[in-house]
């Protein structure tokens, strides 16, 4: 039994200040307060079924035994996900400081200086080392990046290109799996045909508008793309490539060979592999494309005293302003994880880099030569950091598979007889004989015993890196923990976050990040584990998930869920898409129409379009209120094609609408479903749900009512709740079996999208328990009104 309440920390007026507060609202308890402000007609019957608060310390314990049960085996799995040697120096001044992980998006420049110049470099970092002219402030992860780079060259097509129909988009079979699920996923709604074939045989016509190649590719092979982005460019093309960053250390850089558009993920910089994430994906381009780009992008600009400043530039490309016509419908991204990526390569430098990319190829080629000596075919003749074997005759895949796992050592198994084995920046020489070991012990034999690495520094002449990068003198400063340790706290004391005040700017910032829930971002438990190990690896993880689960689904009223989605905006998607795939499995295709209100956040209109649904506009009183009136009129008028009506509830403007039964039944009368976005969640927990007010699916942002911090811009999660109509619908993946019966393809590069973080939550509702939850959003919704209380002489 807890002796100190988690709640009563959490919470942020005390005891005695309560009754004082109730006076200026004008109401005697709290339980007059929610009777005035929520429906009646909406509110539960019964209290969450949750379990008792922990104490912090309870829960500590709780944890450590999850975590004991993900077993540590030593991944060469590879496909977008690497072991990595974490910066203490980062760690600790960042990921574990409240000032960095804190803040908000940096809207207002004045108060966001010292993110703004982390997420330059980090910008800078991904200009050089892919040789672009542009980069974005990081996307969600690599797969959303490619998808993302697809329907940008969609909507940079030529008028010409769109006056003939272009719409076929070349992808190479050898790109990862999760890569083109994602793709393939953006693809359908959007009318994108995707014709997968071998780069070295497309042939294009005028149908086309673009292409997707990855380098190195999937199978780890280094590829001379130059004819293939000639020939795609001579039939008006535009070349998307999805790159390793950490051989383009030492590999020539995509543009240079003729790459449009370069995309990929951050991991290897710095981040570990937390069973999926988060990690920041990046976005490079040509100067002349930049306003199709999507994404938050820093630049350099003058202030008020003709100083140099930074500042979020084109922002009249996003959703905020753009809505349904915006670039992308991405609002929070990756920022905390791409200021520490960026940071990785400041604290290593050009020749810190260089050397890691070489240990990783070097470790690569001595492997390679122990297994040809034992026999083994290698497949790849030019390769980074993948060796992919061809067992010789007698030896079965499976006969490998079950001694490495004696080893305890994870590799990859494409399913086509051959066995992939992917080297990283902590591969020691000790790992490569115990692999080599492996290897000999099926074949019968003994494996040379190496003591050191074999010396090949680059993969090929003609892939040789030429080109300088990471000059600027802030890549060529910081190498001394000192020098490190006292930049960041030199940008951090620009900065403003919860460590300074309040943010009064909405449900991503007014919550306590509680220090006791940020733990086990530091924990090897959760952090050393690769996203594809078999499932008896990550019980730990499947535990932690399966009680935020059901955590969540009670809080909702729904059924089944999806962690997939790795943004609120990605989950607002994923839920429009789930509408869709039921309508067009019952044989409704047709029913394209989103009923959304003017009042709504722009997400909403730019998901939508994105879903391939076309936005009708419910209009507003002059409260914000919904017209009910105006909502039954197009629900009828669209009746035959309508899907969804999105809503935000309690409303944008923070009301808790009477008449949200009325809308979803009228929305359900005529043929549709209805979608709550789940921003302002914090208002109902404990007190109503989406389900009992009659939606079909939500997403929750858990970086705004369950405690993940916002990190100047990410990273956040979007999981989905869903009820029995959408629950086959829930996204899949292509390596780990999840998601509904008939699941959608995936949506994110990781099964359960940034598993990591699903920690901070899970911590939040064991520790808060169902009665601290409910009294949160009591309390929240008298803070609302007290301040607007305390307001009303001087404000309407």
Same mark, same amino acid.
């Given at each position: 039994m807890p002796t100190d309440k988690f709640s009563n920390r959490h919470i942020g007026p005390r005891e005695h200040e309560i009754p004082e507060m109730l006076r200026v609202v004008g109401v005697n308890t709290l339980e007059e307060l929610i009777d005035k402000t929520v429906p009646e007609s909406i509110r539960l019957k019964n209290p969450l079924r949750i379990p008792e608060a922990m104490s912090e310390t309870e829960y500590l314990n709780h944890l450590r035994k999850i975590g004991t049960k993900n077993k540590l085996y030593r991944s060469f799995i590879g496909q977008g996900y690497y072991g990595v040697a974490q910066l203490s120096v980062v760690v600790r001044n960042v990921l574990e400081n409240p000032s960095w992980y804190t803040s908000y998006t940096p809207y207002q420049a004045e108060i966001s200086q010292g993110r703004l110049e982390a997420l330059l470099n980090f910008q800078t970092m991904v200009i050089d080392l892919t040789g672009m002219q542009i980069a974005n402030a990081s996307l969600l992860d690599e797969a959303t990046a490619a998808a993302e780079a697809m329907i940008m060259m969609f909507n940079a097509r030529s008028r010409e290109a769109v006056k003939n129909g272009a719409n076929r988009f070349f992808v190479d079979n050898d790109i990862f799996l999760q890569t083109l699920d994602v793709v393939e996923t953006r693809s359908k709604p959007l009318g994108i045909e995707l014709v997968k074939g071998d780069y070295s045989e497309a042939a294009f016509d005028n149908s086309f508008f673009g292409a997707l190649i990855q380098y190195p590719s999937a199978s780890g092979k280094i590829r001379d793309y130059r004819d293939f982005t000639d020939r795609a460019h001579k039939s008006g093309l535009l070349v998307g490539v999805a790159a390793d960053l950490m051989s383009l250390a030492i590999l020539t850089p995509p543009g240079e060979w003729g790459a449009d558009i370069v995309v990929g993920s951050n991991q290897r910089f710095g981040l570990p592999m937390s069973y999926g994430g988060p990690h920041a994906g990046f976005f490079a381009t040509r100067d002349d494309l930049k306003r199709n780009m999507p994404g938050r992008i820093i630049g350099v600009s003058i202030d008020a005293q003709g100083n140099h400043a930074l500042r979020m530039a084109l922002q009249t490309r996003e959703q905020h302003i753009r809505r349904e016509k915006a670039t992308s419908n991405i609002c929070t991204s990756q920022a905390l994880l791409a200021t520490m990526s960026g940071m990785y390569a400041q604290y290593h430098g050009p020749e810190g880099l260089k050397r890691i990319a070489a240990h990783i190829h070097r470790s690569a080629c001595t492997l390679s030569r122990l297994l040809q000596k034992l026999g083994y075919i290698q497949v790849n003749k030019l390769f980074f950091d993948t060796v992919k074997i061809l067992p010789h005759e007698g030896i079965s895949i499976d006969e490998i598979e079950k001694e490495a796992l004696n080893s305890e050592l994870n590799f990859y198994y494409p399913g086509d007889g051959t066995v992939s084995i992917s080297t990283d920046e902590i591969t020691t020489i000790e790992e490569i004989n115990r692999i080599a070991g492996v290897f000999a012990r099926v074949a019968g034999k003994n494996a040379e015993m190496v003591t050191s690495l074999d010396e090949c520094n680059c993969p090929g002449e003609e892939f040789c890196r030429k080109t300088p990068f990471l000059e600027a003198a802030t890549f060529n400063r910081y190498h001394s923990e000192t020098e490190m340790m006292r930049y960041i706290k030199m940008l951090e004391r620009k900065d403003f976050s919860l460590t300074h005040s309040m943010i009064s700017l909405g449900s991503c910032t007014m919550k306590l990040n509680p220090a006791t829930s940020m733990f086990a971002l530091s924990w090897p438990e959760f952090g050393n584990i690769h996203p594809f190990v078999p499932r008896d690896q990550a019980e730990g993880y499947y535990t932690l998930m399966n009680?935020?689960?059901?955590?969540?689904?009670?809080?909702?009223?729904?059924?089944?869920? *999806? #962690?997939?989605?790795?943004? %609120?905006?990605? &989950?607002?998607?994923? +839920?429009?898409? /789930?509408?869709? @795939?039921?309508?067009?499995?019952?044989?409704?295709?047709?029913?394209?129409?989103?009923?959304?209100?003017?009042?709504?956040?722009?997400?909403?209109?730019?998901?939508?379009?994105?879903?391939?649904?076309?936005?009708?506009?419910?209009?507003?009183?002059?409260?914000?209120?919904?017209?009910?009136?105006?909502?039954?009129?197009?629900?009828?008028?669209?009746?035959?094609?309508?899907?969804?009506?999105?809503?935000?509830?309690?409303?944008?403007?923070?009301?808790?609408?009477?008449?949200?039964?009325?809308?979803?039944?009228?929305?359900?009368?005529?043929?549709?479903?209805?979608?709550?976005?789940?921003?302002?969640?914090?208002?109902?927990?404990?007190?109503?749900?989406?389900?009992?007010?009659?939606?079909?699916?939500?997403?929750?942002?858990?970086?705004? *009512? #369950?405690?993940?911090?916002? %990190?100047?811009? &990410?990273?956040?999660? +979007?999981?989905? /709740?869903?009820? @029995?109509?959408?629950?086959?619908?829930?996204?899949?993946?292509?390596?780990?079996?999840?998601?509904?019966?008939?699941?959608?393809?995936?949506?994110?590069?990781a099964p359960f999208g940034s598993s990591h973080i699903l920690a901070i939550s899970h911590a939040y509702i064991l520790m808060m328990g169902a009665e601290g939850l409910t009294q949160a959003t009591r309390i929240a919704i008298l803070n609302a009104n007290y301040i607007a209380a305390s307001l009303k002489g001087w404000y309407k």
């Open positions: 009680e935020l689960g059901e955590a969540l689904k009670e809080i909702t009223g729904f059924t089944a869920i *999806t #962690f997939q989605p790795n943004s %609120g905006a990605a &989950g607002e998607y994923t +839920g429009l898409l /789930l509408i869709r @795939e039921y309508h067009r499995t019952r044989g409704e295709g047709n029913r394209n129409i989103a009923l959304i209100p003017s009042s709504a956040h722009g997400t909403n209109p730019a998901s939508a379009v994105m879903a391939g649904m076309k936005v009708v506009v419910v209009e507003c009183d002059e409260n914000g209120n919904i017209s009910v009136e105006d909502l039954r009129k197009k629900a009828e008028e669209h009746k035959e094609n309508l899907a969804c009506f999105m809503i935000t509830y309690p409303s944008t403007h923070g009301v808790f609408e009477a008449a949200v039964t009325e809308m979803a039944e009228i929305i359900h009368a005529n043929g549709g479903l209805v979608y709550m976005d789940g921003a302002n969640m914090n208002a109902q927990v404990g007190i109503t749900s989406p389900g009992h007010i009659g939606a079909d699916v939500c997403h929750l942002n858990l970086h705004k *009512t #369950f405690a993940i911090p916002h %990190g100047g811009g &990410g990273p956040g999660m +979007g999981p989905v /709740l869903v009820n @029995e109509k959408l629950a086959e619908f829930l996204p899949s993946h292509p390596h780990v079996k999840t998601g509904g019966s008939h699941g959608i393809t995936a949506v994110a590069s």
